[in-house]
C-alpha cells in the first residue's frame, strides 16, 4: 500500500494551497482517510479525517478555513486549504486507516507546507 501526497509548497499568509493523497495498493477500502501535521518541535495533531460515510471531523484551529473531500472510487483524499496562517507551517501527513476485517494503518511520506507572514 502506498500513499502518495502532493500539493504542498510555499505561501503567503492569507493564500491557499489544495493536498491531494492518493492510496495505491488497497484491496479493501479504508474506513477513513484524514490529514495530520507536525510542525517544528511539536507533536503530530490531526487537521481534519473524513470517513467513507461522509463523516468530517476538523481540528478547533483550521475550521472554517480548511475543507477536506474524498473519492471513495479512487481511495483519494483532498485538503482545500484557505486563508492560510504562519502556524498552519509544517509537514502534513494523509493517513488510511481501516478498523474492521483487514485492518490497516498506513501513512504517506508527507509534504511540506510553509506559510510566510
Known amino acids: 500500500v502506498q500513499l502518495v501526497e502532493s500539493g504542498g509548497g510555499l505561501v503567503q499568509a492569507g493564500g491557499s494551497l489544495r493536498l491531494s493523497c492518493a492510496a495505491s495498493?488497497?484491496?479493501?477500502?479504508?474506513?477513513?482517510m484524514g490529514w495530520y501535521r507536525r510542525a517544528p518541535g511539536k507533536q503530530r495533531e490531526l487537521v481534519a479525517t473524513?470517513?467513507?460515510?461522509?463523516?468530517?471531523n476538523y481540528a478547533d484551529s483550521v475550521k472554517g478555513r480548511f475543507t477536506i473531500s474524498r473519492d471513495n472510487a479512487k481511495n483519494t483524499v483532498y485538503l482545500q486549504m484557505n486563508s492560510l496562517k504562519p502556524e498552519d507551517t509544517a509537514v502534513y501527513y494523509c493517513?488510511?486507516?481501516?478498523?474492521?476485517?483487514?485492518?490497516?494503518?498506513?501513512w504517506g511520506q508527507g509534504t511540506q507546507v510553509t506559510v510566510s507572514s
Open positions: 495498493g488497497i484491496i479493501v477500502a479504508p474506513n477513513a
Open positions: 473524513i470517513t467513507s460515510g461522509g463523516t468530517i
Open positions: 493517513n488510511a486507516v481501516r478498523t474492521t476485517t483487514w485492518a490497516y494503518d498506513h
